[in-house]
């Protein structure tokens, strides 16, 4: 299994009970099929909250284990810390399946996760650079991703990562949706 230099963040905040004082390292890797389990759990958790914001949100709950089912057209990368996995994503190469509305050669961004306690550590960002450097080794022109008006911390990072939103898309789950890609 390949495994990722992920840097360290740092933060003196109470994670999961847990004061975090000191540099805190985290594994950026290659899923694990064994690890199917502990990555929907991630999912869930990290998704449910936004159920309730989504006038359609029972059909995203239904798709919540989405990310695992399609493992074989994706690499899916997860964050670990402490030997848990607290965080998810899935990088879908050039010519994979993918809605319509991606260009055939952009590979996407599918399902950024952070578990809710692990939020404000960096995780998604990291989780999300990996994909970026995943696109370069495969020389595509442009990474892609697809986010909805209810996920606003994620458009913000998405927007820090250099991502810009160039267009909107049909509703999804019954909230105004976009498209953001990042040129490489």
């Known amino acids: 299994m390949a495994e990722?230099?992920?840097?360290?963040?740092?933060?003196?905040?109470?994670f999961c009970g847990v004061?975090?004082?000191?540099?805190?390292q985290v594994r950026i890797r290659n899923f694990d099929p064994i690890e199917r389990d502990s990555v929907d759990a991630v999912v869930r958790g990290a998704w449910t909250e936004l159920i309730d914001l989504?006038?359609?949100?029972d059909q995203l709950a239904a798709r919540l284990g989405s990310l695992t089912e399609h493992a074989?057209?994706?690499?899916?990368?997860?964050?670990?810390?402490?030997?848990?996995?607290v965080g998810a994503v899935g990088y879908v190469g050039a010519h994979q399946p993918k809605p319509g509305f991606f260009q055939a050669d952009w590979?996407?961004?599918?399902?950024?996760?952070?578990a809710p306690g692990y939020r404000g550590l960096g995780l998604g960002k990291q989780l999300l650079e990996e994909c970026v450097a995943r696109a370069k080794r495969d020389d595509a022109p442009v990474l892609a991703l697809h986010t909805t008006s209810v996920m606003k911390a994620?458009?913000?990072l998405y927007v820090e990562c250099g991502f810009e939103k160039i267009k909107e898309l049909p509703?999804?789950?019954?909230?105004?949706?976009?498209?953001?890609?990042k040129t490489l």
Request: with cysteine; aromatic share 6%.
């Open 19 to 24: 004061s975090v004082t000191s540099e805190i």
């Open 72 to 85: 074989d057209q994706s690499e899916i990368i997860v964050a670990e810390l402490n030997s848990q996995i």
């Open 54 to 57: 989504m006038p359609q949100g």
């Open 171 to 181: 509703l999804l789950f019954g909230v105004p949706c976009a498209l953001y890609t």
């Open 154 to 156: 994620a458009q913000r």
């Open 4 to 14: 990722f230099n992920a840097g360290a963040s740092t933060s003196d905040q109470t």
């Open 107 to 114: 590979p996407m961004v599918r399902m950024l996760s952070v």
